[in-house]
């Protein structure tokens, strides 16, 4: 018997391995995976939880196509086949809408279909009061002004990326796939002449269950008992993090911290990141590019006159990211300035000076906004009037518009709002808004280079369309002129260079078209390192998104090195170093990896598809963009941000065909019946295994 059991083993083998293929082939065949879509997800703080996630084996609901009154009244009352998994175009994802579903038990998901055009009268998922706990306007600095009670900001603002769901919500793109949900529904899901669909039914089925719950305080409490007795922790959120990037005209330090001795420096700043609804979709064209982009071209324009013509006071420019959520890379740099962990400290800033939302400007003034209490002390006052006159100065030889709200306005949504927590500093935020934004889609996925007016002639090749010079490029040319101008003057440099300081129009376009287009292109990947262009690159044939993220495994958020790469090389110099020597420069007799920092860049692409690296030496440098309540485990500081952002195991999305609860529970019943008899005869064959399977032998001749 043990020889025969052996020769059908190899059998059973090839039989296992066939049923396992033909289960994977019936998979395939009951579900359509759905593969371009983008969950909402679960964000916490130090007092509530926030976003939308599944159960943990998925939600699962009959879809229906969300295109009338009607719908909405057959998904939340009339149709018989709840729980739905609505799928809607993206003029239905409002925030009537949503609380209507949220508050009903008939509801098992959502999916958007994304447009690429928001609706025209505007949409913005954030609040009204952005960052509102967060400013420098309490109830002991400026009451009058605080909460927004002056100046509502985002009067668009619904706060619907503030809800909390307790169920899932994706994003579409309509592309093939959206139209096979369409025809998986007209096929199974349309009523007819007002009738019930007959099953079977097309049903959706989202996976996003989320590890945290609560807030912040509690995930982090519990990820922290897990890393101090469990053998195996498991991470249950992370803060927001990444890095600011900055420089100097100068070169600092960077190994000796606090206070420098007769050093005054002029900032110049912009913020990196953006959000919208959905995770890591954030365009953020007119609220976070058009700043970028012109504080880049600002320092490209500075750079060589200041060089060559060095001004008194020494000029910082800086990039905070994470400043959609609460200030977190512009509260960490002022903290760091404090606790004299930065490069310079509070007392060497003599002046600020932000770049907001210019990019909808249209041939129409600039604002200059300032903080009303702080310039009640007659010093900033003063100092302030200074930094006006010379922005004016500059303005009238450009020939640009340039206005101050009224005296009591309070100061708009900045980084330089917490540079204010701390002391009275001089400064000013430009913007395009007199008041409320210009921007109709702060914060949301509409907030598109279309928007920006940032277009192409269809006719245009990839590398035409790169240096292509749109209306909107040329208009942020001429506002980066400005600060350029503006902020060597404001550091003291001579009226008689000015003339020499312009910003490049062919550069602000290749800005534009990398951030907003498509940053895989020839001139990004000149100015990269080789090692961020092979596998894994950053590079991708759409434009980066703005969402700050986690800091897993260590990474930089992509924009962040797009940043500091193009910044190096605008501001850098080029060296002889070799490759070696470039990323060990200590070695090299003159070089300081104090003052500098030093990038190994591919080079432009030859003739014949080659690179020429070289050797960049520059004064960018990164630094911490991680909130200071979580180096001081304050995971409930009502003072500095406290975002985290939930893990999770799965995301995925697919459709199948369901078939009615009267099917199913007959295909169960006649499955246990079935069961019951595979026992029945398993039981009676065992019992009568001697009669049913005995042998009849010979008995063995025995020889005494």
């Not at 025969?4 to 059973?12: A, D, H, R």
């Not at 100061?411 to 540079?419: H, K, T």
């Not at 990038?599 to 630094?623: K, Q």
Request: hydrophobic share 35%; glycine share 4%.
């Amino acid at each position: 018997m043990g020889q025969e059991s052996f020769k059908w083993f190899p059998l059973l083998v090839v039989s296992l391995f066939h049923t396992s293929v033909r289960c994977s082939s019936v998979e395939q065949k009951i579900y359509v995976e759905l593969n371009s879509t983008v969950p909402c997800v679960r964000l916490l703080n130090a007092t509530h939880q926030i976003g939308c996630q599944s159960s943990i084996s998925g939600d699962t609901g009959v879809l229906h196509v969300l295109e009338t009154e009607a719908d909405l009244d057959w998904i939340l009352s009339t149709g018989p086949h709840p729980p739905y998994m609505v799928v809607m175009e993206a003029a239905f994802f409002t925030r009537s809408t949503m609380v209507k579903m949220k508050n009903s038990s008939r509801v098992a998901g959502v999916a958007v279909i994304k447009s690429n055009t928001g609706p025209t009268e505007g949409f913005s998922p954030h609040t009204s009061c952005p960052n509102q706990n967060t400013g420098v306007y309490t109830e002991h600095y400026g009451p009058e002004l605080a909460n927004c009670n002056n100046t509502v900001w985002n009067p668009l603002g619904n706060g619907l990326s503030y809800e909390d769901f307790a169920f899932p919500i994706f994003s579409l793109k309509d592309d093939n796939q959206t139209q096979v949900i369409r025809k998986c529904y007209e096929d199974h899901n349309m009523r007819m002449n007002g009738s019930a669909p007959q099953y079977p039914l097309c049903a959706m089925q989202l996976f996003s269950h989320m590890h945290a719950v609560t807030d912040t305080v509690t995930c982090m409490r519990r990820t922290d008992l897990q890393n101090s007795f469990s053998i195996n922790p498991e991470k249950l959120c992370d803060p927001l993090s990444d890095f600011n990037v900055w420089t100097s005209i100068r070169p600092l330090n960077n190994s000796i911290k606090g206070h420098k001795e007769n050093e005054s420096v002029v900032i110049a700043a912009a913020r990196l990141d953006g959000r919208s609804f959905f995770w890591d979709i954030a365009p953020s064209a007119e609220g976070t590019v058009s700043s970028i982009v012109t504080l880049l071209a600002a320092a490209q324009a500075l750079y060589p006159v200041a060089l060559e013509a060095p001004p008194q006071r020494n000029i910082f420019f800086t990039f905070f990211q994470g400043e959609a959520f609460d200030y977190i890379g512009s509260s960490r740099m002022v903290y760091d300035m404090e606790n004299s962990k930065f490069v310079i400290d509070l007392d060497n800033v003599h002046s600020l000076l932000e770049i907001g939302q210019i990019g909808l400007r249209n041939g129409q003034s600039l604002w200059m906004h300032s903080d009303p209490v702080s310039r009640k002390n007659t010093t900033v006052d003063e100092q302030v009037k200074d930094l006006v006159a010379n922005i004016k100065s500059v303005a009238s030889s450009l020939k640009l518009s340039l206005n101050e709200p009224s005296a009591t306005q309070a100061l708009p949504p900045s980084s330089f709002q917490r540079f204010l927590r701390v002391r009275p500093v001089p400064g000013l935020v430009l913007a395009d808004h007199q008041s409320s934004f210009t921007n109709r889609y702060y914060e949301s996925l509409y907030d598109t280079a279309t928007y920006l007016n940032v277009t192409y002639p269809s006719d245009l090749s990839p590398e035409q369309q790169l240096e292509y010079e749109t209306e909107a490029a040329k208009s942020l040319t001429q506002v980066a002129t400005l600060v350029a101008r503006s902020i060597y003057k404001q550091a003291g440099g001579e009226d008689r260079f000015l003339s020499n300081i312009t910003a490049d129009t062919k550069t602000v376009a290749k800005l534009l078209y990398g951030f907003l287009i498509m940053s895989n292109n020839s001139w990004f990947s000149s100015l990269l390192p080789p090692e961020a262009l092979g596998r894994g690159s950053i590079l991708e044939s759409s434009p980066p998104q703005y969402y700050i993220g986690l800091r897993l495994d260590n990474t930089v958020k992509s924009v962040t090195r797009f940043v500091q790469f193009i910044l190096a090389n605008m501001t850098g110099t080029v060296t002889k170093l070799n490759q070696s020597q470039c990323q060990n420069p200590k070695d090299v007799p003159g070089e300081s990896k104090d003052l500098y920092s030093y990038s190994w860049v591919s080079g432009p692409v030859s003739v014949n598809g080659t690179t020429d690296p070289y050797c960049v030496r520059s004064s960018v440098h990164l630094s911490k963009a991680l909130s200071p309540a979580f180096e001081l485990t304050d995971y409930g500081s009502r003072e500095y941000s406290t975002w985290t952002e939930s893990r999770w195991k799965t995301i995925r999305a697919r459709i199948f065909l369901v078939a009615s609860p009267q099917l199913e529970m007959m295909t169960l019943g006649v499955g246990v019946a079935v069961l019951l008899v595979s026992l029945v005869v398993t039981y009676f064959i065992s019992s009568k295994a001697e009669l049913l399977f005995s042998a009849t032998r010979e008995p063995p001749n025995t020889t005494y």
